[in-house]
Every structure is written in structure tokens, then in C-alpha cells.
């Protein structure tokens, strides 16, 4: 399954690298994740409570980055097991400078599904899949933003 899709996020790529590798900002783009911890530099683990179409299961999953190249891009490789079945991902995430500040946050890649959840078909999949992840970037968004408000407001 082809995943890609750009969202626009307030700050300079300089900025939000750093951001998308802290474990407190990936959580609020991670909908249904109950638990989400460091297990090295740039590994993670996390459970997440997920549904995809009639298929709703809790799935522990890691989350590892890599081929960084900070402020531009780096790689996600995902994989999560649980009794609905196995979900594995590898997303390139480029950071694109705008003049107004903000940056487009752009990904491309490719996810594998099997199990309960590639029984109930390709496009309620993708469909799926795609309101999960608007969800987590308008979740990642507002947790930027209030960063961001948190910031400033300590500045002053």
C-alpha cells in the first residue's frame, strides 16, 4: 500500500527536526497510543489501540528513524503485531522550507499489512489508514502549537 501526502506545520525545518524525534511530541501524533517509550537513540516502542474498519485491536509497535539528515529528511520504519494482524511501514519524512516560516512536512513510502486487517480489503485500508494519519498530523500540529505558545511564553 502506497502512502504519501504532505501537511504544512508552523515553525522552520530547524526547528521541528528535533521536534519529531521527542518521544513527548510523537506521541500526540500517534492516535490510539497508550504507552510510547525510548528504547535507544532513535528506537521507540509503543502500544497503540487502533481500528480499521470492523478490525479494532491493540497492536505493540516499534518505531525506529534513520538515514537522518537534519534539518531535510530522515526514514520511519514501522512495525506493529497484535491479534489483528501485523502492520509494517517505511516512510521517507522530508521538511520543506516555506517563506512565511511554516514548513511542509512531506512523506513517501510503502506499508504491508496482514492478518484480520488485510481481509477486509485494499481501499477500506487505505481508506483507514488515511484518516489515522490526518489524525495524527492535525494532533502533531496542535501539539506544536502549543509548544510553541509554551515557548514563548517563557521567553516573556
Do not use: W
Not at 528535533?18 to 492516535?31: G, T
Request: with cysteine; aromatic share 6%.
Amino acid at each position: 500500500m502506497k502512502l504519501e501526502g504532505e501537511y504544512t506545520l508552523p515553525g522552520r525545518p530547524e526547528e521541528l527536526f528535533d521536534r519529531l524525534q521527542d518521544p513527548d511530541v510523537l506521541v500526540a501524533a500517534i492516535p490510539g497510543c497508550e504507552r510510547f517509550e525510548r528504547l535507544g537513540e532513535d528506537t521507540y516502542r509503543g502500544v497503540v489501540q487502533a481500528r480499521l474498519g470492523p478490525v479494532q485491536s491493540v497492536y505493540t509497535t516499534t518505531f525506529r528513524v534513520h538515514d537522518l539528515d537534519p534539518p531535510r529528511s530522515y526514514r520511519l520504519h514501522m512495525e506493529g503485531q497484535g491479534p489483528g494482524g501485523f502492520v509494517q511501514a517505511d516512510v521517507l519524512m522530508e521538511l520543506i522550507p516555506q517563506d512565511d516560516g511554516h514548513t511542509t512536512l512531506r512523506y513517501s513510502g510503502e506499508a504491508q499489512v496482514g492478518g484480520k486487517i488485510a481481509r477486509i480489503g485494499q481501499r477500506l485500508v487505505q481508506a483507514g489508514a488515511g484518516v489515522i494519519i490526518n489524525k495524527g498530523f492535525n494532533d502533531l500540529r496542535k501539539r506544536i502549537l502549543e509548544d510553541l505558545d509554551a515557548d514563548g511564553a517563557a521567553a516573556a
